[in-house]
């Protein structure tokens, strides 16, 4: 290698965190070389690693003999806490077929949404009940016996209510109870399944999905207020919209009626109503499974990077084949180096990668992290090369 050679390289790696992997020699001295087979990250954490960690909140409660709202306190520094009562409308993802199906049972009623006007659902034989789109906007309720056939038309948005009790929703994939009433609401779409529920027992349908319900009380305590508070700030936020959050990890899990759980439902109660606040409104309290020793921030003032000493840093290890990068982005060419052009600058390894470069023999791909995280299914962005 020419000293001319040697000098660019030296250059390039203090201008950037480059992984770089040998390469065999061709077997003719002019052919180029070929790039590594594969690339294997060791990382730490899982998810974005901001707000509260869920095995950090659990290692602090159970090892560390802290209360609930001590870890509230650590992961959301500084938010007092304050009421959040009412209903929150949670998209149901599963029910994709635009129409709401329910099992019949007594006490059923149909309800207009922009007048309040209900009307009692009852029918000889009926084994189901159906709210489906129709003609300017109005919403066909059907009833199946023998065959499915119209009962009335309501105009405007409707809902299936009981009157105790919950709802069976039959979604292509099966059934699923939920309590409150099941929408059949206007989206951009179409129509989508809509659960309006108290916030309460939402919340019964989110902790056990989101945390083991027999972690530590407290713990759990702590992600029912985090849980809660979420839900109270997207709902401010979505005024006008048909639904105020989905029920993935693209917002919370949520289960409806059958993920209840004694022992969460005990945390439900005992932090009842509580949610944190900032400048009096329901804060932005994100979590993920574990932060990696590390909580990040962001450009919320309450979301702050600090080492967090609770948080079992959660270590993982995966191998991505070459061919992984040249399928995703065949512009690249052959594969050749992962390029890490800026941390965060918090943590070990000098923290999670902000932006990060594929480099191939024809191109290159440039990616924000979690873009990266995402696309290769990575746990978190806090990772290097071995």
Same mark, same amino acid.
């Given at each position: 290698?020419?000293?001319?050679?040697?000098?660019?390289?030296?250059?390039?790696?203090?201008?950037f965190a480059v992984v770089t992997f040998p390469a065999s020699p061709t077997a003719s001295a002019g052919a180029a070389l070929a790039g590594p087979s594969s690339v294997t990250l060791e990382g730490r954490g899982y998810g974005h690693g901001r707000g509260m960690s869920q095995y950090g909140a659990q290692e602090a409660a159970s090892e560390h003999a802290r209360t609930?709202?001590?870890?509230? =306190?650590?992961?959301?520094?500084?938010?007092?806490?304050?009421?959040?009562?009412?209903?929150?409308?949670?998209?149901?993802?599963?029910?994709?077929?635009?129409?709401?199906?329910?099992?019949?049972?007594?006490?059923?009623?149909?309800?207009?949404?922009?007048?309040?006007?209900?009307?009692?659902?009852?029918?000889?034989?009926?084994?189901?009940?159906?709210?489906?789109?129709?003609? =300017?906007?109005?919403?066909?309720?059907?009833?199946?016996?023998?065959?499915?056939?119209?009962?009335?038309?309501?105009?405007?948005?409707?809902?299936?209510?009981?009157?105790?009790?919950?709802?069976?929703?039959?979604?292509?994939?099966?059934?699923?109870?939920?309590?409150?009433?099941?929408?059949?609401?206007?989206?951009?779409?179409?129509r989508a399944t809509v659960n309006v529920v108290r916030l309460e027992a939402y919340l019964r349908g989110v902790v056990p999905r989101e945390v083991p319900a027999l972690w530590h009380p407290e713990a759990v305590k702590a992600q029912a207020v985090a849980a809660r508070t979420y839900a109270a700030y997207h709902r401010a936020r979505s005024k006008g919209d048909p639904?105020?959050?989905?029920?993935?990890?693209?917002?919370?899990?949520?289960?409806?009626?059958?993920?209840?759980?004694?022992?969460?439902?005990?945390?439900?109660?005992?932090?009842?109503?509580?949610?944190?606040?900032?400048?009096?409104?329901?804060?932005?309290?994100?979590?993920?499974?574990?932060?990696?020793?590390?909580?990040?921030?962001?450009?919320?003032?309450?979301?702050?990077?600090?080492?967090?000493?609770?948080?079992?840093?959660?270590?993982?290890?995966?191998?991505?084949?070459?061919?992984?990068?040249?399928?995703?982005?065949?512009?690249?060419?052959?594969?050749?180096?992962?390029?890490?052009?800026?941390?965060? =600058?918090?943590?070990?390894?000098?923290?999670?990668?902000?932006?990060?470069?594929?480099?191939?023999?024809?191109?290159?791909?440039?990616?924000?992290?979690?873009?990266?995280?995402?696309?290769? =299914?990575?746990?978190?962005?806090?990772?290097?090369?071995?």
């Amino acid at each position: 290698m020419t000293s001319t050679r040697i000098r660019t390289l030296l250059a390039g790696a203090l201008s950037f965190a480059v992984v770089t992997f040998p390469a065999s020699p061709t077997a003719s001295a002019g052919a180029a070389l070929a790039g590594p087979s594969s690339v294997t990250l060791e990382g730490r954490g899982y998810g974005h690693g901001r707000g509260m960690s869920q095995y950090g909140a659990q290692e602090a409660a159970s090892e560390h003999a802290r209360t609930y709202r001590q870890i509230l =306190g650590f992961y959301y520094p500084e938010l007092p806490l304050g009421p959040a009562p009412g209903t929150i409308r949670v998209l149901i993802t599963g029910d994709s077929d635009g129409d709401v199906v329910v099992a019949s049972r007594r006490g059923l009623s149909v309800r207009q949404v922009a007048t309040g006007d209900s009307w009692p659902l009852h029918q000889d034989g009926a084994k189901r009940w159906r709210l489906a789109p129709a003609v =300017g906007g109005a919403t066909r309720v059907s009833v199946l016996t023998d065959r499915w056939r119209p009962v009335r038309t309501v105009p405007g948005e409707a809902e299936l209510r009981a009157s105790r009790g919950a709802l069976a929703l039959l979604t292509p994939s099966g059934v699923t109870r939920y309590q409150g009433a099941l929408r059949s609401a206007v989206v951009s779409d179409g129509r989508a399944t809509v659960n309006v529920v108290r916030l309460e027992a939402y919340l019964r349908g989110v902790v056990p999905r989101e945390v083991p319900a027999l972690w530590h009380p407290e713990a759990v305590k702590a992600q029912a207020v985090a849980a809660r508070t979420y839900a109270a700030y997207h709902r401010a936020r979505s005024k006008g919209d048909p639904y105020d959050l989905c029920d993935t990890t693209s917002c919370q899990v949520y289960g409806g009626l059958d993920d209840h759980h004694a022992a969460s439902d005990a945390a439900i109660r005992a932090t009842a109503g509580e949610i944190l606040l900032a400048g009096g409104e329901p804060a932005f309290t994100e979590f993920s499974s574990s932060n990696g020793g590390w909580t990040v921030a962001s450009e919320i003032p309450y979301q702050v990077a600090k080492q967090d000493g609770w948080d079992p840093v959660n270590p993982w290890r995966v191998t991505l084949r070459a061919t992984t990068f040249e399928r995703a982005y065949p512009a690249i060419g052959d594969f050749r180096r992962l390029r890490v052009l800026r941390r965060d =600058g918090n943590g070990a390894w000098n923290g999670r990668v902000l932006r990060i470069r594929i480099v191939g023999s024809t191109g290159t791909k440039t990616l924000d992290g979690d873009d990266f995280r995402i696309r290769f =299914g990575l746990r978190s962005t806090w990772f290097r090369a071995v």
